[in-house]
């Protein structure tokens, strides 16, 4: 059957897989620090050359951020699109990795082999697992699996800036019968997982300003107030005792999860205690009604991601500073408007500021959360294909974080898009020490060509 000499291609062939990915983790495509634009479009310029050994019509194009990589190759009925993205987040704190993040090798510990490296996981390492799927496709074919457009940004880790245009822009030639995203993780480990929601995402930078300079505390201590300490009266009033966001219409248009789907993930026997063990912690920390999944899946929230001022040096120095700031996000769910949003938590700090004080905002990116409709016959090929793959049959799960574009499919090209990924929790993604397991790139690979010769 051709399928196994597919598969049997993938694992043949698997050390030199592993060698492209090195490659391309060598390119340090941090999208949102400008000091990278050139190793961005580096990365795209890769991914260019690499799919047009594949044989696709492949080029990078330039957007006002960074380039977004299309390609298409293949013939068939059935017109798939693969989107993932190129660039990766920043790196600090240098000093918590291991080794440098952009010279990626594959280590042996004590849970398997893995791929280490920022991007290993997020993205570039589950981008290859569809990319190099293709390859071995067709090696044994000699074709592409299908008509296929690959379609990779680089602007994902910074809110996806330019792809509404893009989109709107070349509409009809990303148009596909349904988008497949690589970006996403298994449930608990083995599980293999699709994931049907996502929760979209706001994000707003805030400073709030005191005295026109910085004093001495202890000469102007007392009497003049203290940004810091205003900020951080604010940020602590974000949630009440409960858990709950007190931010007024924060949950206006919020719904609950319907039945059938509260059923599915009861049915998953998610181990929340294992969950929170293995990074230090046991008690679910969100609203105390909810149960663990909710708060992760289905229910929005309200996150502190920095917050800084004064004099945080070496040393000691009682200043008072001029000035506070702190980075928040807000993880939004179906129903609930960024925009909207964005202006009811402004108008709630401005309501708090006390005498003396002024607040700036500036916004960061923001995208409403995404929900996949699973009518689409690929569905459940693809489920049969997971399950074919990892022995046991695959989950419909959510998903905490955000990818922007998997709403947009819908709303900007009329298509479904089906989210398959291979990633662990304890990949760390975002953090110091990333990694992809060495199983999950093989697998993802194996899985991916089990799902096309479903599809195609
Ligand atoms: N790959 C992640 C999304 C993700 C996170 C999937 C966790 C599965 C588990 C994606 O690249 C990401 O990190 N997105 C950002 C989006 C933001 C910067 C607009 C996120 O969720 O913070
Ligand atoms: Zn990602």
């Not at 929601?197 to 026109?212: F, K």
Request: glycine fraction near 10%; hydrophobic fraction near 40%.
């Amino acid at each position: 059957m051709s399928l196994d000499k597919v598969l049997a291609k993938i694992d043949a062939d698997l050390d030199q897989s592993v060698n492209r990915l090195l490659d391309l983790l060598r390119i340090p495509s941090i999208s949102t620090d400008p000091a990278y634009k050139s190793d961005c479009a580096r990365a795209a310029d890769w991914l260019v050359e690499d799919l047009k050994t594949l044989g696709f019509d492949a080029s990078s194009r330039p957007t006002p951020g960074h380039p977004m990589v299309v390609a298409h190759g293949g013939t068939g009925e059935r017109h798939l699109l693969f989107y993932g993205h190129y660039d990766v987040q920043p790196v600090d704190p240098l000093d918590l990795w291991d080794r440098d993040p952009f010279d990626p090798e594959v280590q042996d510990t004590a849970k398997g082999r893995v791929i280490r490296g920022r991007g290993s996981a997020d993205d570039k390492g589950q981008l290859m697992t569809f990319i190099e799927a293709c390859r071995a496709w067709k090696a044994v074919h000699g074709s592409l699996p299908g008509k296929l457009t690959i379609f990779l940004e680089g602007e994902e880790e910074s809110g996806s800036p330019s792809l509404i245009p893009f989109m709107q822009d070349n509409a009809a030639e990303l148009k596909a019968d349904i988008a497949l995203i690589c970006d996403t993780g298994m449930f608990e480990d083995t599980t293999p997982a699709i994931v049907t929601m996502l929760r979209g995402l706001l994000g707003e930078e805030i400073t709030v300003y005191g005295p026109d300079k910085d004093l001495h505390s202890g000469m102007y201590g007392g009497a003049a107030i203290n940004p810091i300490r205003v900020l951080t009266k604010i940020l602590g009033n974000l949630h009440d005792e409960t858990g709950r966001v007190t931010v007024p219409h924060f949950y206006d248009g919020v719904q609950e999860l319907p039945d059938a789907i509260r059923a599915q993930w009861q049915a998953l026997a998610f181990d929340h205690a294992k969950f929170l063990g293995d990074v230090g912690l046991s008690v679910p920390a969100g609203e105390q009604d909810r149960t663990p999944l909710e708060m992760l899946w289905s229910r929005p929230t309200a996150e502190i991601n920095g917050i800084w001022g004064g004099y945080t040096g070496q040393g000691f120095k009682t200043v008072l500073p001029a000035e506070a700031h702190a980075k928040i996000s807000f993880r939004l769910v179906a129903g609930q408007d960024p925009d909207v949003l964005r202006g009811h938590f402004r108008a709630w700090v401005q309501e708090q500021l006390p005498a003396d004080c002024r607040v700036e905002f500036h916004g960061h990116g923001n995208g409403p959360a995404g929900v996949m409709s699973v009518e689409a016959p690929a569905f459940d090929a693809a489920r049969a294909a997971l399950g074919e793959e990892w022995g046991k049959p695959a989950a419909f799960v959510g998903c905490g974080g955000s990818i922007p574009i998997a709403g947009y499919f819908k709303t900007y090209l009329d298509m479904d898009a089906m989210l398959i990924g291979f990633g662990r929790d304890d990949d760390q993604i975002h953090s110091p020490n990333e990694k992809y397991d060495l199983e999950c790139f093989q697998k993802g690979i194996r899985s991916w060509a089990r799902v096309l010769a479903k599809l195609v």
